[in-house]
């Protein structure tokens, strides 16, 4: 009872040292999981990997099958009297072991790619990311102070947020075939899928945002003569522009989640391309591979724009604790 | 049953008396004409015809039960909202808007947080087309007056309440306003150091020519701190009385306890806590575990 009252608090903080061990497990544990899967053969491993085919005609080695399978064609061998297969139990092809992964991660960055031509994995992400960048970019530059905008004036929000509410309704990847047409099979159509996705809900985020400057401060500058452009340039934008960044933070993570779409439309490129490929030649590791460092460039990006945040907006940040 | 005769609060002593003579004699600040102000229909009028001048430096209250529109007139008067009917002149001419004529403190914490303590205090002069170094020269000025020197470039979320509603006091006075208008502005602050904000705030104001207009719920800020305090009663607010404080000038803490200051202060509690049955405090029977417990 005592560690449960003592693990379990309502409300209030755990203890530093209780935090870091919880901080450190919320990862080990789903990599302590998929090592014990791998790792212990009693676990789970559906499938049987030949070492020696025995009289099984069909069989080969190193081929992966499944154990019933195995069992059954072993019991028809020994009434038959013919040589028995043999294999060790294994996990199936889309489940590789750590260290694979571990190992094809290094090597994808230090081995050419198969084919010559092809992108190395380190070009394929780089074009992934530069494809979100301009999306988010281009979006930004109109939806940043349409946003700002509509949070201030009732004039641009009643003109233009009945179509953004109606217009986010509708999923990006439906303007995929529109947008090759217009743009062509390039990069183009990619990073429009990205802004399509990105701009109507960043409207309606900073716009929302904005409307919730608390409103004495806009107050407190009119008595000291300040006139409504004066206030939107000295109070509204710098009073809300560290809520405004955190905001771009998430939506930049949302852009993310349109770059698969956006990268198989027209010509499959980047990290998505890469990723399709790999399956395809059944190099499942690498696989996971790309998945993680899609995970870790996410997390460290995010992780930098809020000490980033933190740096630029001392002041305000020590005021909001 | 009191334990002391308390005087009428409307006997002057002679000093008081010449003083309230002179006052009146001064041009007229402010004049609020038969001022009605509706937010919902449904419960009726907020303000209901509501008349009232105030001279030149003069100190007045505003005070009333909670939600008796003394913050709607104080915000009508700044212009922060549109008056329905009646109107509103601040030295001859109509208010409609906000203006620098009159500088305004709020209860909330109204400091721009992304700005020092001098480009808050600055903030009103730039907009009256001064360059940067001689706003800048002006506001060490007024931070001086409110004695926050050592604080000149701290940030909002460095200073304490008091401190930041002293650099709210600044900046409002910075532009020279004809009045100052104050809403609640001490509400937000512990006993003591309210009690050292209005003493600053006494000081300032015998210091320079400017005529406050304070609302506050506190009886004894209201008595302490002004010539003449206006009483609104609720629902709707309509003036209830305006008091003239027989108290004398320069005013110090120990007068609170002095028969004039009970007198007025019993004057306004009555005026302000009549029909409120509802918010009474219920009379206990004694029960037989308090005899026991006794």
Redesign the interface.
């Known amino acids: 009872m005592k560690v449960f009252e003592k693990l379990f608090p309502i409300r209030k903080l755990l203890d530093k040292k209780t935090r870091s061990t919880l901080f450190i497990l919320s990862f080990t544990l789903p990599i302590l999981l998929w090592c014990a899967v791998s790792y212990l053969p009693f676990l789970w491993h559906p499938m049987v990997s030949i070492t020696n085919t025995g009289d099984v005609s069909y069989f080969k080695k190193e081929m992966l099958v499944k154990r019933k399978v195995f069992e059954a064609e072993n019991k028809r061998m020994q009434t038959k009297g013919l040589q028995q297969a043999q294999g060790y139990r294994s996990n199936p092809i889309y489940l590789p072991q750590p260290h694979a992964v571990v190992v094809s991660l290094v090597k994808s960055f230090t081995t050419p790619p198969r084919r010559r031509g092809n992108p190395w994995l380190h070009e394929s992400l780089l074009h992934s990311i530069k494809i979100i960048l301009l999306g988010f970019l281009i979006s930004s530059i109109i939806g940043v102070p349409l946003g700002i905008l509509c949070g201030t004036y009732s004039f641009f929000n009643s003109l233009t947020a009945p179509f953004i509410e109606y217009f986010r309704y509708l999923p990006a990847p439906v303007f995929g075939a529109l947008a090759v047409a217009i743009l062509g099979i390039n990069d183009g159509p990619k990073i429009a899928i990205i802004v399509i996705g990105t701009f109507f809900q960043q409207v309606l985020v900073i716009a929302n945002t904005t409307s919730k400057l ?1 409103s ?2 806009i ?9 409504n452009l ?1 206030i939107l340039k ?2 509204i934008i ?2 809300t ?1 560290p809520d405004i960044y955190k905001d771009m933070r998430i939506l930049l993570g949302w852009a993310w989640t349109y770059l698969v779409v956006a990268e198989v439309i027209g010509t499959s490129t980047g990290i998505t391309w890469f990723i399709n490929q790999q399956a395809k030649y059944r190099n499942f590791e690498q696989v996971y591979a790309a998945i993680i460092i899609i995970g870790v460039i996410g997390l460290l990006s995010d992780q930098l724009l809020a000490y980033i945040g933190r740096k630029i ?1 001392k ?2 940040a ?2 909001e604790i | 049953m009191s334990l002391i005769t308390l005087p009428n609060y409307k006997e002057q002593s002679p000093d008081v008396k010449e003083r309230f003579d002179r006052l009146k004699k001064r041009s007229v600040k402010m004049t609020v004409n038969e001022l009605y102000k509706t937010f919902d229909t449904k419960k009726g009028p907020i303000l209901k015809n509501v008349s009232f001048s105030t001279y030149k430096r003069e100190f007045t209250s505003v005070i009333g039960p909670s939600g008796c529109g003394k913050s709607t007139l104080i915000r009508l008067v700044a212009g922060l909202e549109s008056i329905d009917s009646g109107s509103i002149n601040v030295s001859g001419t109509e208010v409609k808007k906000p203006g620098i004529e009159r500088g305004m403190v709020f209860q909330e914490y109204t400091l721009f947080p992304w700005l020092t303590v001098t480009e808050n205090v600055m903030y009103g002069l730039l907009r009256q087309n001064r360059s940067k170094a001689e706003a800048k020269k002006e506001a060490l000025k007024w931070i001086n007056l409110v004695g926050l020197d050592n604080y000149q470039d701290a940030y909002p979320s460095q200073l304490s309440g008091g401190m930041k509603q002293r650099v709210a006091i600044a900046r409002s006075l910075a532009t020279q306003p004809e009045m100052l208008l104050m809403d609640e502005p001490f509400g937000a602050l512990d006993a003591q150091t309210r009690a050292r904000m209005q003493a600053y705030l006494l000081q300032i104001w015998r210091n320079i020519d400017i005529s406050i207009m304070f609302v506050t719920h506190d009886l004894d800020e209201a008595v302490y701190l002004s010539d003449r305090i206006i009483v609104l009663k609720g629902n709707p607010g309509e003036i209830a009385e305006i008091i003239e404080v027989p108290i004398s000038r320069p005013r110090s803490p120990e007068q609170f306890l002095t028969p004039e200051f009970l007198a007025t202060k019993k004057r306004l509690e009555a005026l302000i806590h009549r029909n409120k049955e509802e918010e009474a405090v219920p009379v206990i029977p004694t029960t037989d575990l308090v005899n026991e417990i006794m």
């Not at chain 1, 107050?219 to 006139?227: I, P, R, Y």
Request: overall charge negative; glycine content about 8%.
């Open positions: 608390n004495s401060l107050e407190a500058a009119q008595t000291l003569g300040a006139s004066t000295t109070i710098p009073g522009l907006f002041e305000q020590i005021q």
